[in-house]
């Protein structure tokens, strides 16, 4: 599968219009000329009382807000860092119709901008509406284009006892509803810095997002994780620092711990022969969580790792590999 380089656009905003007129500005073109970042800023309407300063002394202008996407080029189930540096207090971006909360970072306000497996492959619009401190509201505008993914299939063989029992539709709907109700939660603190790290040695022995086929039958559904074949008792690590908010037995997937990152992004662990932290814990990129296993509906000791940004699982792996633009 082809990786693609960052691709770092940045459109800065027109300075803030006086006595509400309304500035449009084009900050970066494609190479058909149209814009690819554009940018509208709106003063509220109505009287403000006029600052009062003492002699000599200036008001301290807005810094104005900049858009910086880590990449104009994304493939299905991968994400785009989005942040907006400047004077802003809040706002939100929407992409493919789904809204994400900006988080404040140390040096901006930001989110990662998933992309579903099943999201259409072409070129979209992306919108952050931003909020500044004196009540100006903006709207900053970039193209992003989705590109396809090409998924394999993997064909499974599983005994009648674990297709009653863990592959019961009722046993993996309520797993997949508790992961859920734990992937769409945002902490709005940036808690993860630095690169993303792989969690574990070994060989990769099933990609993100391929389809699967259960003894025989049609190929279907897109794997949730990257897993990664290595011995049993093999150390495993957070690819990023967090807090530990699952860290206990699942049916399906066996042990499992999962790390918030903060701002809406999880990672998940699964079928861990041990687990090392606790739930609440804090824990810091590259520490020890716990170790490679068997447990839950596995074939053989491998790490099921997960990424989910708002709710919506991703490949972990383009997290480490180039491909996120970050």
Known sequence: MPAHGAHWRRGALAALAALGLLTAAACSAGADGTPEITTRMVTPVGPSPTPTLPPGVSPTPLVPPELIVSTLEVYQAGAVLVSVTGDIIGGQVEFLGRKFPLTKGSQSQYTFVP???EDPPG??????????????????????????TPWTVDYLEFTDEQTATLLDPQVVADELALLKSIYVKVTPVKLWSGPWLIPTQGALTARFGEQRSINGAPPSGHHGGTDIGAEEGTPVVATNSGTVVLARELRV??????????????????HLSSIAVAEGDHVEAGQLIGAVGNTGLSTGAHLHWEMAAHGILLDALRFTDGTNGF
Do not use: K
């Not at 903006?138 to 396809?148: H, I, K």
């Not at 711990?257 to 699964?270: E, K, M, N, R, T």
């Open 115 to 117: 992309v579903d497996t």
């Open 123 to 148: 070129t979209h619009r992306l919108t952050v509406d931003v909020r500044m401190p004196n009540g100006t509201r903006g709207t900053l505008e970039a193209t992003v284009t989705v590109l396809a």
């Open 253 to 270: 997937r066996g042990n499992m711990v999962i790390i918030d990152h903060g701002g809406g992004l999880y990672s998940g662990y699964a």
